[in-house]
């Protein structure tokens, strides 16, 4: 399996706090995602890394900002935390020249 | 209209039968295409890639239709442990991004 760990793994959380997940990566992948998953939408990108300080937007971006400071590491920040931020998180990682993501076990997120 | 579409499902099938299921996308500029496998709550895991000539591994046949913008997958002699949900997913090289199906979900019963 592919070096990738996401922290926490479950978190509960009051609105209007700031929640900050970190994805470590011991691959030296270049690509690093994050998704969220919600029953009947499947995967949807927040934001996503093609390198160090290189950072953009997914489709679900809004209210979500990240972090990327070295290579193995990308941090997806909530600032203030909403109950429809309440899912499921997903780091991923790919290579360069391989499309194939890889990803970590997940954040369980509740927002109350 | 989604990128990327499947039937949810469930697919019931009884173990050892053969199940097929298609994913369709609409951007012909898409060009690199895989299934994933996941299982109920657990991340997405790589079943396999899918070239343009169909590939096979073991049970599992993947085909791409270019012209019709669909891919397969086929699974054979199916066993009570592949039940779980097939994502399908695309790429354009264009960009970084995958663009995923929503799953479909298998269920395969005794």
């Known amino acids: 399996d592919a070096g990738i760990t996401q922290s926490p793994r479950h978190k509960v959380t009051e609105t209007g706090t700031p929640v900050t997940l970190r994805c470590h990566q011991t691959?030296?992948?270049?690509?690093m995602y994050w998704y969220r998953q919600d029953p009947g939408h499947g995967l949807r990108l927040i934001h996503y890394?093609?390198?160090?300080?290189?950072?953009d937007k997914g489709e679900v971006s809004d209210g979500y900002s990240v972090s990327r400071s070295k290579t193995e590491d990308f941090l997806l920040t909530l600032e203030s935390a909403t109950s429809s931020q309440t899912s499921v998180y997903f780091c991923?990682?790919?290579?360069?020249?391989?499309?194939?993501?890889?990803f970590g076990q997940g954040t369980r997120l509740t927002v109350v | 209209r989604k990128e990327v579409e499947q039937d949810p499902g469930p697919f019931n099938v009884p173990e050892g039968a053969t199940v097929a299921f298609n994913c369709t996308y609409s951007?012909?500029?898409?060009?690199?295409f895989f299934w994933y496998r996941q299982d109920c709550r657990k991340e997405p895991k790589l079943l396999m890639s899918?070239?343009?000539?169909?590939n096979e591994d073991g049970r599992f046949t993947a085909q791409l239709n270019r012209a019709s913008q669909y891919i397969s997958l086929l699974i054979r002699d199916s066993k009570l442990s592949d039940s779980a949900t097939y994502l399908c997913?695309?790429?354009?090289?264009?960009?970084?991004?995958?663009?995923w199906g929503a799953g479909t979900k298998l269920i395969i019963k005794p």
């Open positions: 991923a990682i790919s290579a360069r020249d391989r499309r194939e993501a890889f």
């Open positions: 691959e030296n992948h270049r690509y």
């Open positions: 890394s093609y390198g160090v300080k290189d950072t």
């Open positions: 951007n012909s500029a898409s060009q690199s």
């Open positions: 899918v070239y343009s000539s169909g």
């Open positions: 997913v695309v790429s354009r090289d264009s960009n970084y991004q995958l663009i």
